[in-house]
């Protein structure tokens, strides 16, 4: 929506833990909620999404949760690989604004062997 | 598929210069957009389309124009360049619909302005 932003944007994760990436939004009006992973000289590359009427939604090795009360949305990685390094985004789609894909700040996960 | 094809990937620009970045994708994609980054921060929207002849404006459109002649193509326009305008471009593509809501990112162009 008009304000998607996140909570630290620097994580540092020892190899094999889990990671969780915050992200806080303002507008109750988004439709869906999309976590991107952006490597260092790349474009982002979608990871997960998750609908505004759903709480929690499971990938490989990837979970969204979604806490519309506090307008808190989380992403976990478990068991975090070296790969894992890079920046995180949250974002969102409002289908009433034209379905605009508009980003919050971005996290840095940085994993240590 | 190409995916999505962005050029040049590096210009530098004399400030007051124009310029048009490149954007181009064969997924038939009804979406597109154009995003800048700036260093360390995240992805702001400049404009939008949801098909072809259709285009809006984002968070940060000041300064920049686009076009949507074909569902394939969307052409940012850059009038008169600022140093402001210093940044990486992304543009992206999406066939949002029956809950797909994946954009697909073409590598970015570094533009700097001088």
């Known amino acids: 929506g008009e304000s998607v932003g996140l909570h630290l944007p620097t994580l540092s994760v020892q190899e094999g833990d889990n990671s969780i990436i915050n992200c806080a939004y303002s507008?109750?009006?988004?439709?869906?909620f999309i976590w991107y992973k952006q490597e260092s000289g790349k474009g982002p590359q979608f990871i997960i999404d998750?609908?505004?009427?759903?709480d929690k939604r499971q990938g490989q090795r990837v979970t969204v949760l979604l806490n519309k009360t506090v307008k808190h949305l989380s992403l976990q990685i478990a068991a975090t690989q070296p790969g894992d390094s890079a920046v995180y985004f949250c974002?969102?789609?409002?289908?009433?604004?034209?379905?605009?894909?508009?980003f919050g700040g971005g996290t840095r996960v940085l994993v240590k062997p | 598929n190409a995916g999505v094809t962005q050029t040049p990937k590096f210009r530098i620009l004399k400030i007051g210069q124009s310029m048009t970045l490149q954007c181009t994708q064969d997924?038939?994609?009804?979406?597109m957009y154009w995003y800048r980054q700036d260093p360390g921060m995240g992805l702001k929207l400049i404009y939008y389309s949801v098909g072809a002849g259709i285009t809006d404006k984002g968070e940060v459109p000041n300064g920049y124009n686009v076009s949507r002649s074909t569902t394939e193509d969307f052409p940012l326009r850059l009038e008169l360049a600022a140093p402001s305008q210093t940044s990486v471009y992304f543009c992206a593509s999406s066939h949002l619909g029956q809950g797909n809501t994946e954009a697909f990112f073409g590598q970015g162009t570094r533009l700097t302005v001088v």
């Open positions: 998750i609908r505004s009427n759903m």
């Open positions: 974002a969102d789609t409002i289908k009433a604004a034209g379905n605009k894909l508009t």
């Open positions: 507008n109750s009006a988004s439709d869906y």
């Open positions: 997924m038939n994609h009804n979406y």
